[in-house]
């Protein structure tokens, strides 16, 4: 849980995912919509990916990058379920998965 909450604590990683919540992009088109170098956003894309919710996938050339909706959403609920009615029943409604239980 901690290091999903260090890869949303940053604006950049924010802005990140809802370019990815969109369509999945390589870390050039991703840099395209901001004033840092692609290194830098090599690193916000390390931290997302450590936390699970940004997959890299080669495309020839090209490493294309995605949001990794379930976890993203699975995590973030799964800390609100104690507070949040709506997140338990949310998680209780989702199916199970074989070996994750």
């Not at 830098?40 to 997959?55: N, T, W, Y």
């Not at 029943?89 to 998965?97: G, Y």
């Amino acid at each position: 849980m901690d290091k999903i909450f260090k890869a949303l604590a940053s604006e950049p990683r924010r802005r990140i995912l809802e370019y990815l919540a969109v369509e999945p992009m390589t870390v050039g088109e991703i840099a395209d919509n901001f004033e840092m170098a692609m290194p830098s956003i090599s690193k916000h894309l390390a931290v997302l990916k450590a936390a699970g919710v940004v997959r890299e996938q080669k495309r020839g050339q090209y490493v294309l990058y995605s949001l990794v909706v379930e976890a993203l959403t699975g995590q973030l609920y799964g800390f609100l379920a104690p507070y949040c009615g709506d997140a338990r029943r949310i998680l209780d409604a989702r199916p199970k998965r074989r070996g994750r239980d």
